[in-house]
């Protein structure tokens, strides 16, 4: 769900240097004078302190955005996203019978192939980073791991499109394409995560195929985004600091970098909530019913979560944030998410010697401001 604009801030169009600079610099200001503060008909959230509370108080704040969504019947079965106990609960442990560390870890070998693969391919003289690798990369791994034909990857990204703008005909369509391969998979099981979705059982009693088929979008889509998003913010990082570029390159400190980006930028600079009844937050009321929008940019942001939050430190002895959301809702894809940022940014290192931003750099708008494009262009080592 795309949140309401947020008057009294910048314009949020240009985040490159200066630009990310100021953004930072209201958030801290916010922090300190208007923790709470009520625009437009949204309470947006800044504190950590406050922001975790949002995030894992289910009670007082829910997840169940359904009425602020196009009216299809179909979105929200399953949506773990969209859910709050106990049928999160119930579902959940579904998908956490499917989705193991196991089955995680199983895909190593073949992230580290598609990323080599696709990086040997990138022309050095200019490419996007995100269109030719950030994207494809995390998008082929998930529908291997789903058991999803790669074919079907053009339709995949146009649903995500669709999604992300709130496209009923285009949630429907994946909805009923998923749906489909659901009640295949469960009639003829073959050992990938949709087929153990669909042959999952809490108490005795199997998801629904409108449900496996939820949960299949939301891994699809959720399982997407947030690696784009973390192997583009990695990268540009190394783009515009020369020394962490080196510091990175001969210690191998890669996984260090990914987690750092992942802190200072998060896939989602906000996330949207309903105020189940009235809350107090720093002093400030939510009434009951109100919209909240929860600056996961901010709290990964506030000193009182990291001591000198600004800085880009890959020996920063703890390293706190909210990117991955907290309490229940917490991003089961989250381990997948690293392990393909980590492979992706090996790659390019071991690829190229020298890396620049060729073009401006372009941002998805809220709630994301994660990276659209980004031009590079290389010295490879076999130049």
């Not at 019978?97 to 200019?126: C, M, N, W």
């Not at 496996?212 to 891994?219: E, F, Q, T, V």
């Not at 260090?256 to 600079?269: C, G, M, Q, S």
């Not at 800085?311 to 920063?316: A, M, Q």
Request: proline content about 7%.
């Amino acid at each position: 769900m795309r949140a309401a604009p947020t008057a009294g801030f910048p314009a949020l169009t240009e985040l490159d240097g200066a630009g990310w600079t100021r953004l930072l610099g209201r958030l801290a200001d916010a922090r300190q004078d208007t923790p709470v503060l009520e625009l437009a008909g949204m309470h947006h959230v800044f504190r950590a302190d406050d922001v975790r509370t949002v995030l894992s108080d289910s009670e007082s704040f829910s997840s169940d955005r359904s009425r602020l969504m196009p009216p299809t019947a179909q979105l929200g079965r399953g949506n773990l996203t969209m859910m709050d106990p106990p049928d999160h609960t119930r579902v959940r442990r579904i998908v956490n019978q499917a989705f193991t560390p196991a089955s995680v870890k199983g895909l190593t070998q073949a992230i580290d192939e598609i990323a080599g693969e696709l990086v040997a391919g990138l022309t050095p003289e200019r490419f996007d980073l995100v269109r030719d690798l950030a994207y494809p990369l995390p998008i082929r791994v998930i529908s291997r791991f789903l058991g999803l034909p790669e074919e079907q990857h053009d339709r995949f990204r146009t649903w995500s499109i669709g999604f992300s703008r709130g496209d009923a005909a285009q949630m429907d369509a994946m909805h009923r394409y998923l749906a489909e391969v659901a009640a295949a998979k469960r009639a003829r099981p073959v050992g990938d995560l949709m087929s153990r979705l669909a042959t999952a059982e809490v108490g005795g009693v199997p998801a629904t195929v409108d449900e496996i088929a939820s949960l299949s979008g939301l891994i699809l889509l959720a399982g997407h985004v947030t690696t784009t998003s973390l192997i583009a913010a990695a990268v540009h990082e190394l783009c515009v600091s020369p020394s962490l570029d080196a510091q990175v390159r001969e210690r191998d400190r890669a996984e260090d970098l990914v987690l750092e980006a992942l802190r200072t930028r998060p896939a989602f600079a906000q996330v949207t909530r309903i105020a189940g009844r009235d809350a107090v937050l720093s002093g400030g009321t939510v009434p009951a019913g109100a919209l909240v929008s929860a600056w996961i940019l901010s709290a990964n942001h506030d000193p009182g979560l990291n001591p000198d939050p600004e800085r880009f430190l890959l020996d920063r002895p703890t390293r706190r944030h909210l990117s991955f959301g907290h309490g229940v809702h917490y991003c089961l894809g989250a381990p997948l998410a690293q392990l393909e940022a980590v492979a992706a940014v090996r790659a390019v290192l071991g690829r190229f010697s020298r890396l620049a931003v060729c073009a401006p750099v372009e941002f998805h708008p809220l709630p994301t401001l994660s990276i659209r494009r980004l031009v590079l262009t290389g010295q490879a080592y076999d130049a």
